[in-house]
């Protein structure tokens, strides 16, 4: 009895060191995983869901909807699997387009540059949007109540904005806006008729006055219809009383009807 007692081990009170090491290896994936997913798009994301999923034998335990696989050979590695597949399924950067925003955002800056030296903040803004640079007018800086002609201060600050604009090759549109009151006089029948003629007042002194490409331009009225906010109170109506100058991104172009420049000619 005495010898069986002598042979028996003593308790391994260590044991739980294998539970711990396991939990913190569990606790390391799962950090690599969420730094990972900071730093990836969804390709990169099933790229690594695969293989963390084969490298950790859990046959997609730890990641579900892993994709295909991108470990292909003993020697493959999960960072060259992950930049071949994201090579292969992003689309290509289309630097022509690229180099398009970059133009306009600089036009942006300058024409915002102008605005704050000339104290228009409040009547003027320009916009970066995926159509390209807006730069929007109320119409109180522009014309009179009911008007359609520039006044000699708006004509002034179109040329101005004009002279900036002038080297780019961009096609321009202007695009005049109304309120939803109605008008009915013999000049301007409704707000169709007062909107695009704002417009045509625009490109006229934009030509006239600067001598401005006319193929890159066009005028479009809008009339009440294409509000900013809804007209349901004089300050929300006196935001969409407007004119917006859009300097159109090149890749717009092939929608543009072609223009009828003469080769030599502005």
């Known amino acids: 009895m005495k010898r069986r007692q002598h042979s028996e081990k003593p308790p391994n009170h260590e044991r739980w060191l294998i539970t711990y090491a396991d939990m913190i290896t569990l606790l390391m994936v799962f950090f ?3 730094y990972a997913l900071s730093n990836i798009d969804a390709q990169k994301f099933r790229a690594l869901a695969n293989s963390l999923s084969k490298a950790l034998g859990g046959g997609g335990i730890v990641l579900t909807n892993a994709g295909p696989d ?3 050979g003993s020697n493959a590695t999960v960072e060259g699997n992950i930049g071949k597949a994201s090579q292969e399924q992003l689309p290509a950067v289309d630097e022509k387009d690229l180099k398009d925003t970059a133009n306009l955002a600089i036009i942006k800056a300058k024409v915002e540059s102008y605005i704050k030296a000339k104290g228009l ?3 003027v803004t320009a916009t ?4 390209g640079v ?3 007018f109320k119409d109180a800086i522009l014309f009179k109540l009911g008007s359609a002609e520039l006044t000699p201060q708006a004509k002034a600050i179109v040329r101005q904005i ?5 080297p780019l090759p961009n096609y321009i549109r202007i695009e005049g806006h109304t309120d939803n009151l109605p008008i009915n006089t013999s000049k301007f029948p409704s707000n169709w008729e007062l909107s695009t003629a704002r417009a045509t007042s625009v490109v ?3 030509i006239d006055g600067l001598n401005f490409p006319p193929y890159r331009l066009s005028a479009v009225g809008y009339g009440e219809y294409r509000p900013r906010v809804p007209n349901d109170s004089e300050q929300n109506r006196q935001k969409n009383r407007r004119v917006d ?6 890749k717009y172009e092939s929608t543009e009807p072609k223009s009828g420049k003469i080769p030599g000619q502005n």
């Open 32 to 34: 690599i995983v969420l």
């Open 70 to 72: 991108v470990v292909t």
């Open 121 to 123: 903040n409040a009547s």
């Open 128 to 131: 970066l949007e995926e159509r």
């Open 134 to 136: 807006v730069i929007s």
């Open 162 to 166: 004009g002279e900036i604009l002038l």
């Open 204 to 206: 006229h002194e934009l």
């Open 245 to 250: 100058i859009v300097i159109l991104k090149s």
